[in-house]
């Protein structure tokens, strides 16, 4: 991993490749221990006896090009995907000739947990960048459940952690005015950048000023002035894509609704 104050660029890393059945279990195990997505996939406790009765959840590695779909709208829900390396949007048709987007997922997150109530995937997901993903099984969770308790509370609290992001997401769009919007989705991603244990105020923006419009219901030329605005104001630098937040708590009073001091 880089150094906390570097412009992440989340090159893949060796290891982790494959099949979901066939392969030597303490193998496998140990070549997961070194992924860091393993807390993601399963939780630690799992012992390799328990891992030879979960082959099916083994995550098999799947590497999307830009622009690629990971699943489509409408498409049968049976996997969930940890998001490896790379970033990736989620988008749902509307009335324009463009498709709204919903979200942005990042590495060490989750995508596909829209597919679980209807059985199919409420929105599509595409890469932003080069990617990989590790594909999780859903299987029988009333199966899991009763035969391994541990595995079932984890995936609770992954999908308990989502809805907190997505909740957080909601609170910024809920956001009236425009500048707080914007401010508020660079705070997140600041955050969600240093969960991964990067620099919350260095980082590059993986989605176009268009995408990010598209999310935050503003136009391109609203998130175009609004950038320049924030970077005369000092509160941020921004070069093509590298942002740099040069007023953390300037940015967050705005974010807030507050002036900016």
Not at 7 to 31: M, N, S, W, Y
Request: net charge neutral.
């Amino acid at each position: 991993m880089s150094s906390k104050n570097e412009v992440q660029d989340f090159k893949t890393k060796e290891p982790c490749t494959h099949k979901a059945r066939g392969i030597d279990v303490a193998e496998l195990k140990a070549q997961c221990l070194h992924c860091d997505l393993n807390a993601v996939c399963h939780p630690p406790s799992l012992d390799v006896k328990e891992l030879e009765s979960l082959d099916q959840w083994f995550p098999t590695r799947r590497r999307l090009q830009r622009g690629e779909t990971l699943f489509n709208l409408g498409e049968p829900f049976n996997a969930l995907y940890a998001v490896r390396s790379g970033f990736f949007k989620t988008l749902v048709p509307n009335d324009s000739q463009r498709d709204q987007v919903t979200g942005f997922l990042m590495t060490g997150e989750i995508l596909g947990m829209d597919g679980i109530g209807g059985g199919r995937h409420a929105c599509r997901a595409v890469a932003l960048e080069v990617s990989e993903v590790c594909l999780m099984p859903y299987g029988n969770v009333d199966e899991i459940a009763t035969s391994f308790p541990t595995l079932h509370a984890h995936l609770n609290r992954l999908m308990s952690q989502r809805i907190v992001q997505d909740q957080a997401a909601f609170q910024i769009l809920a956001n009236m005015r425009s500048e707080s919007r914007l401010a508020a989705f660079i705070v997140d991603l600041g955050k969600r950048f240093s969960r991964l244990g990067y620099s919350p105020n260095t980082f590059v923006l993986r989605m176009t000023r268009e995408e990010i419009g598209s999310y935050l219901g503003l136009s391109l030329e609203t998130v175009s002035r609004l950038f320049s605005r924030f970077q005369e104001d000092g509160l941020v630098d921004v070069q093509t894509r590298h942002l740099q937040i040069t007023n953390p708590e300037g940015l967050a009073d705005i974010a807030s609704g507050r002036p900016a001091h």
